[in-house]
């Protein structure tokens, strides 16, 4: 069935396989937002669970949620892509409201992409810059469940 | 206090500080098992709050498991750390039991440290490689509460 | 006399800088063609003394390509900025001609910014993508001597 | 022939030929100066060559001495590894004399490899702090015109 589907149907899809089958960004409130050719947008709004013990959004968190654009980029093509290696700098502490984080695509060339990813806060000001190589496998990816 | 306090004493402290404070790690079940001179050492135990829609577990709670182990280790010496930049190479999926990380320093020099952890599941078998750099102030970290 | 200087004439004399003093980059025919505010280009021309034992260009000379795009970029405010942090994925080899790269910052508050790198050959193709984290110290950069 | 080769006549072939092909290193004094089972180490003396516009060694020389040992060593298990993922981390300034790198494989498991390098001076102080992704492919290397 995948073979007929639209760019715009499979992009639907891929969101709505992220959104309830990735456990940990449910369990943090991490969604998809958005996915569209090598790129890709999330977001979360900041609670008490993310918090470190300097009250500031802990490092995993939104290391959890530039993750996540960057994996739903790496998939945004059809055939399945693990991520393989990340980076992450923090630029300044995430306090309140929403972080947003989106995904784009640098390179795409035989076994391997790479990925930018920015995470910003509500003033669109840079929480962290991201950078993400994926590994891509020739398996499609079954989307037939999320019709 | 915290003038007369042991070594030995401090990382205790500093481990229920982590464990009491950081939301995210206690959301996720991660926890400082041991911290030393530059090192120190976190667990987690897998559950399906943990896992992807590849049914591994998150690369977000590697991330976090191997962040608590670079954190515990560069606050160990007494100053504040922060968490700067953060590197994570994936080896092989994390699938059930137990994973631990080893935090150690290989360089404080100056305003920056480094350290290596490498994530390990119940067969020793190397699940991701980490690497952090950290920003160390000069304020020393408040223990008197977690005597 | 660096007050009064206007930033064009100031990123002219930094460029003036790197291509004479920086060492390394003269040795290896690699230089700045230009800075602006917290961006840089450099490019070099792929020779023999370029290549490795596969006949391709050594990532150690992309990375100085990258590094002093950066290196430009994240001293193009005036005051002195150290690179602390830097990782770079290869997505396709050079293999002949110009490559050029350009640095973007993505932040910069409080004492670390962070740049983001791509390196592309004379097709327009991503070589590699490198992100780079500065520290940032409050010394001016005497330019005095390169007007 | 190369399936009667010791293991240790194999690393000193190995050595050879990246000590006479790769031109990079070759042009800066860099050379490998022992391989092991996933193991490698580099060397280097300051020259006035290696320099940037501070007068300490570039980042990028740093950076070529730590690739070489993480290339030498992911290499060493006789099949073709292709670096695609380098991050490294400076501690402190290399000012003049020898400079050694060690590299250490921490994961070799499917097609990815990883390594952690630490670059150290003569004193023993850890300048740099290196971590390096390669991709296996099955091809095996031919050393047959280095014995």
Redesign the interface.
């Known amino acids: 069935m995948t073979a007929h589907m639209s760019d715009s149907e499979r992009f639907e899809r891929l969101k709505r396989?992220?959104n309830n089958?990735?456990?940990?960004?449910k369990?943090?409130g991490i969604s998809v937002i958005e996915i569209g050719h090598g790129t890709a947008s999330t977001h979360m709004v900041i609670e008490?669970?993310?918090?470190?013990?300097a009250d500031v959004v802990?490092?995993?968190?939104i290391?959890?949620l530039a993750?996540?654009a960057f994996?739903a980029a790496a998939n945004s093509h059809g055939t399945l892509a693990?991520?393989?290696?990340?980076?992450?700098?923090?630029?300044?502490p995430g306090l309140s409201g929403e972080l947003t984080a989106h995904a784009r695509e640098?390179?795409?060339?035989?076994?391997?992409?790479?990925y930018?990813v920015?995470v910003k806060d509500e003033a669109g000001?840079?929480i962290?810059?991201f950078?993400g190589?994926a590994?891509r496998k020739r398996d499609k990816i079954d989307l037939s469940a999320w019709g």
Chains 1, 2, 3, 4 share one sequence.
Request: aromatic share 10%; hydrophobic share 40%; with cysteine.
């Open positions: 396989f992220f089958r990735d456990r940990l960004c369990c943090l008490d669970k993310h918090l470190n013990g802990q490092g995993g968190a290391f959890t993750d996540l994996g693990l991520g393989v290696n990340m980076t992450i700098a923090f630029s300044k640098t390179a795409a060339a035989g076994p391997l992409s790479t930018v920015e000001e840079t962290a810059t950078q190589t590994y």
